[in-house]
């Protein structure tokens, strides 16, 4: 287990999931159905993307490294773009959009409904693409695995149990912002590995 990669999963795959689409959407599920039925179908949702994400990193890993660090760096870098912009906007959803067309369901549908509405959004979002990319640049399948999946389960948790208040203590642009800046060190790492 590479403690140092499930951490460094965890911590860029929860700043960059924290001011997501996602973390909305289950805020807003989470208004319609039960909040334990809504973080079951969004952690479901969540291990499906992160295992694909993980598959794709571990095939990525095969290439030759200079073309996977090289993508890497690039792929933090546009992170750290797209975060800073979205932040400079002050983006804000209100996460309607993608439960739209949820409807009134009862039980075990409310988890079908909230797993296919985030699974979804989910699909090429920021934090999938920063799994694939950590995978190939720390070689830890598992360990990213974990820091990655954990990080997404605790956003979603957060977005069920307090997701209003905790809009209210943290502005999103300053999210998007400390986000960008933890890409934009990974990417410029990346860089520094690749040409030393």
């Known amino acids: 287990m590479d403690l140092v990669a499930l951490a460094v999963a965890f911590g860029t795959v929860f700043l960059v999931e924290l001011p997501d689409k996602t973390l909305l959407a289950t805020l807003v599920l989470a208004t319609r159905y039960r909040p334990l039925f809504v973080w079951i179908g969004v952690s479901l949702a969540f291990a499906v993307q992160t295992t694909v994400a993980v598959l794709l990193g571990h095939a990525a890993s095969f290439l030759p490294d200079g073309l996977v660090r090289g993508v890497a760096a690039a792929m933090f870098l546009i992170g750290a773009v797209v975060l800073f912009r979205e932040g400079r906007s002050?983006?804000?959803?209100?996460?309607?959009?993608?439960?739209?067309?949820?409807?009134?369901?009862?039980?075990?549908?409310?988890?079908?409904?909230?797993?296919?509405?985030?699974?979804?959004?989910?699909?090429?979002?920021?934090?999938?693409?920063?799994?694939?990319?950590?995978?190939?640049?720390?070689?830890?399948?598992?360990?990213?695995?974990?820091?990655?999946?954990?990080?997404?389960?605790?956003?979603?948790?957060?977005?069920?149990?307090v997701g209003r208040q905790l809009l209210r203590w943290l502005p999103l642009h300053a999210l998007h912002y400390a986000g960008a800046a933890v890409c934009l060190v990974l990417g410029l790492l990346t860089v520094y590995e690749l040409v030393a």
């Open 90 to 161: 002050h983006h804000q959803s209100s996460g309607e959009e993608f439960v739209a067309n949820a409807r009134d369901v009862r039980g075990l549908r409310q988890v079908l409904a909230c797993f296919l509405v985030i699974f979804a959004a989910e699909w090429g979002d920021l934090s999938q693409l920063l799994t694939i990319t950590l995978v190939t640049r720390y070689d830890a399948p598992v360990s990213v695995f974990i820091g990655a999946l954990l990080a997404l389960l605790v956003v979603s948790g957060l977005a069920v149990v």
